[in-house]
């Protein structure tokens, strides 16, 4: 499978430095989870970026916006060769804990 730089811990303070509460979202106090789905290419590039559930209000954009600028991952491998990856990674609590921008 492919992996962020550091893992999944540094994948959480990476979402954490990144992620901005979108001010619609603040003011109707949304937060929740935003399921994404992209593919982590044969060189790490992270393309076809889709939300597949999301909570409106700016959430899924801000999602799709930070994964986009997302360092490249260490990519997946099959028989010793590196392959595309589809990868399916919920967003929780999206901005629950997140200090306001």
Do not use: H
């Not at 540094?10 to 994404?36: C, D, F």
């Not at 954009?61 to 099959?78: M, Y």
């Amino acid at each position: 499978m492919p992996e962020f730089p550091g893992g999944m811990t540094a994948w959480a303070k990476y979402l954490n430095r990144n992620l901005q509460y979108p001010a619609v979202a603040r003011e109707n106090e949304i937060q929740g989870r935003v399921t994404v789905s992209f593919v982590v290419e044969r060189n790490g590039e992270i393309t076809n970026i889709k939300v597949l559930r999301g909570i409106g209000a700016g959430c899924d954009e801000e999602a799709i916006r930070v994964i986009k600028k997302s360092p490249l991952w260490k990519p997946g491998k099959q028989n010793g060769k590196t392959v595309r990856v589809s990868y399916v990674i919920p967003i929780v609590n999206l901005f629950i804990t997140f200090k306001d921008s």
